[in-house]
């Protein structure tokens, strides 16, 4: 898993790309039942080479550009019976179009991998290092005469604020197959992320350095097998994540913080999915997952920190919570024929907060005590292929609860649940494949929201 219990996006570039094999996408909340929460709006599984049964290989290929953009990828393979390594690393540097949005960025990621006729072991480690300036917005008053994106648009609004971060990970893992149809694999990993970002907007300077560190461990079973002549797929699993973060605020990074975040978040979750071919033509799955959460959340306030306003500002609320949540998902698909198919689907996931969130709470003093979000999906479609056409239509209807809603206002913003929220629509996506190497895509989507507020 990609995803942190803070708010920073996903960093894709810490994947060199010419480590990827292929990537699958996940539609929807059903696959919150294999991978948790966080996934109300779908999963992206990328899928890494591993240099097993290859020749050995070696590539590097640069790249140049405007305003001193440089990019080195770098790759290479070995294998030998059973055994095999490899490595891929990237490395770009650019000043970019504006003042203060330089990027220096480095990441690696090497694997060593045993391959039997029974099982696999793996050990992968991964290292990045990125440097990015934020130049921040430009200004654009028409009522006021001024237009930046005219009289000065690389300028920045700010020229010192910047974000950086460094992270180091480790994978390790087992698989073994039992029988021609029973593959059970363990793998833990442990991760580290440190971050440095610095702002000055309006003449108000703000930092934050903090450091996150989440290790797991997600045993799970693989079944390939029938069930009284039908062909089913069952993938049954346990999860336990523990991240811990220590956040620390204050005017510059050299200053005392004003605030000191300490989180620990703690998931352990059981689930279960089958995928059964009831005829030839149709498809059943269904699953569920039970996932336990308990935080533990404190802040240190010190009034007498450069900054510090101890008449307007005090330490959060401590905040011991235990809470229980589950997703489940049942579907169906009937195929006609290979150029028309139905396909139906209802599910349930639910959306923790995540740390950054709960910090930016709307309440004084914050107390972290945000609510999990969570969602009920009905979706219902349709999807063919006439000749080099392929079409997907469908209708759906989603009941939120909990919504988590970001307010931006100043200085930092806040974060509160929404009333009950419901949005509804119709989704088509087409692809014409006019040519062996020209494809054309397009897609049409059309939704409606009501709230209970």
């Known amino acids: 898993r990609l995803n942190d219990i803070d708010l920073l996006g996903i960093d894709l570039s810490t994947i060199p790309k010419d480590s990827i094999e292929r990537i699958e996408i996940t539609r929807g909340n059903s696959g919150a039942v294999l991978y948790g929460g966080g996934a109300v709006g779908g999963v992206i599984n990328i899928i890494t080479k591993t240099g097993v049964g290859l020749p050995p290989s070696a590539r590097i290929e640069t790249g140049f550009g405007s305003f ?205 999915q089958q995928t059964l071919a009831v005829l030839p033509t149709t498809d059943l799955s269904w699953g569920g997952r039970l996932e336990q959460m308990q935080l533990n959340a404190h802040d240190t306030f010190d009034p007498a920190a450069p900054g510090a306003f101890p008449f307007f500002d005090a330490a959060a609320i401590p905040l011991d919570k235990t809470e229980t949540n589950y997703a489940a998902h049942f579907g169906v698909e009937h195929r006609f024929s290979p150029m028309l198919a139905v396909f139906g689907r209802v599910a349930h996931s639910f959306r923790t907060p995540n740390v950054d969130e709960r910090v930016g709470v709307n309440a004084f003093p914050v107390d972290f005590n945000l609510k999990t979000q969570t969602s009920r999906d009905i979706e219902g479609g349709l999807r063919g292929r006439f000749g080099r056409l392929a079409w997907q239509t469908s209708v759906y209807d989603m009941q939120l609860t909990n919504e988590i809603l970001f307010i931006p206002f100043p200085p930092i913003g806040a974060n509160i649940n929404l009333d009950p929220t419901r949005r509804y629509g119709v989704e088509t996506a087409a692809s014409l494949d006019l040519t062996d190497t020209v494809r054309l895509k397009g897609a049409l989507s059309y939704t409606r929201e009501n709230s209970a507020r």
Request: charged share 20%; hydrophobic share 40%.
């Open 68 to 272: 001193n953009q440089a990019e080195v990828n770098g790759s290479a393979a070995v294998s030998h019976g059973p055994f095999s390594a490899s490595v891929f690393a990237n490395g770009v540097d650019s000043d970019g179009y504006r003042v203060n949005s330089a990027l220096r960025q480095r990441n690696a990621v090497g694997d060593l991998r045993y391959n039997g006729s029974d099982g696999s072991a793996w050990v992968n480690i991964v290292a990045d290092d990125q440097h990015l300036g934020l130049p921040g917005a430009r200004l654009v008053d028409q009522a006021a005469g001024i237009n930046e994106l005219v009289t000065d648009r690389r300028g920045a609004t700010t020229p010192n604020a910047f974000a950086d971060k460094t992270g180091a990970g480790l994978v390790l893992g087992v698989s073994r197959k039992i029988g021609d149809s029973v593959e059970v694999i363990v793998d833990g990993n442990l991760r580290r992320k440190e971050q440095k970002a610095f702002s000055s907007l309006f003449g108000f300077d703000t930092s934050d350095a903090r450091e996150l560190t989440t290790a797991a461990i997600t045993p799970r079973a693989i079944i390939d097998t029938r069930i009284a002549g039908m062909p089913t797929k069952v993938i049954a699993g346990f999860d336990y994540y523990n991240s811990k973060l220590e956040a620390k605020r204050s005017v510059t990074l050299n200053d005392p913080p004003i605030h000191t975040y300490n989180l620990q978040q703690q998931s352990t979750a059981a689930y279960a």
